[in-house]
């Protein structure tokens, strides 16, 4: 079975420091892995992903996550926080396959001005 | 190119009704997945239709069922709604094993 635990369900960070929201899964088979943002009163946006190849994935507005095996983790990190950023993200893993996605519980970042 | 559309947006049931939520795949997917997404929690997996098949179901009762279309459109059905019902209906779409896309969601209040 695979889950998905995402460390620290509200994040706070000052405008322009670093962003690091952690995820890690577990799977018995290798995973796809996903990193999704919701806005207020909004469906969920795709991030980025990982599939195969490359561990270090780069996706839009400047978000990027490094696949670690090892660590069985998949932390999402943007170097400069803007207020934009505040919003819900969702660490999520699914099979290769498009079979269901399994969704952590969600981290709530917060940029302080 | 529209996205994933679902509909309505909002609506508001009585206890012990039924109700039909709708999606609208992604132009060029055939797969649709529903999730529903309680206040404050992640979005939990339902079912995932393809082929007008009900392919991967997650764990809800049978009064949570579905259909797909020709067209791969889908419907959501919930009988005999509870308050617990109460919670952001969200439709994926996909095509086979690539990245899912999903809608704005339908906010369902049941009362």
């Known amino acids: 079975a695979q889950s998905v635990t995402q460390l620290g369900s509200h994040v706070s960070v000052s405008e322009g420091a670093l962003v690091l929201l952690r995820c890690n899964y577990s799977?018995?088979?290798?995973?796809?892995l996903f990193w999704y943002v919701q806005y207020p009163n909004q469906g969920l946006q795709l991030l980025l992903k990982?599939?195969?190849?490359?561990?270090l994935v780069k996706g839009i507005n400047g978000f990027e996550a490094e696949f670690k095996k090892s660590e069985t983790s998949f932390h999402l990190t943007k170097p400069s926080a803007h207020m934009s950023d505040a919003a819900e993200y969702f660490c999520?893993?699914?099979?290769?396959?498009?079979?269901?996605?399994?969704f952590g519980a969600g981290t709530r970042l917060f940029v302080k001005a | 190119d529209a996205g994933v559309t679902q509909s309505p947006t909002h609506l508001i049931k009585t206890r012990g009704q039924q109700v039909t939520l709708r999606c609208s795949p992604k132009?060029?997917?055939?797969?649709v997945s529903w999730y529903q997404q309680a206040l404050g929690q992640g979005p939990q997996f339902i079912f995932q239709?393809?082929?007008?098949?009900?392919?991967q179901r997650g764990n809800f009762p049978d009064r949570f069922s579905g259909h797909q279309f020709p067209n791969y459109s889908s419907e959501l059905n919930v009988n005999a709604l509870l308050l617990g019902d109460s919670a952001l209906y969200l439709c994926?779409?996909?095509?086979?094993?690539?990245?899912?896309?999903f809608g704005e969601g339908s906010w369902l209040t049941v009362v």
């Open positions: 799977s018995s088979v290798p995973p796809y």
């Open positions: 999520a893993v699914s099979e290769a396959g498009g079979f269901k996605t399994i």
């Open positions: 132009s060029g997917h055939d797969t």
């Open positions: 990982y599939t195969t190849g490359a561990t």
């Open positions: 994926a779409s996909s095509l086979f094993g690539n990245t899912i896309y």
């Open positions: 239709y393809y082929e007008e098949e009900e392919r």
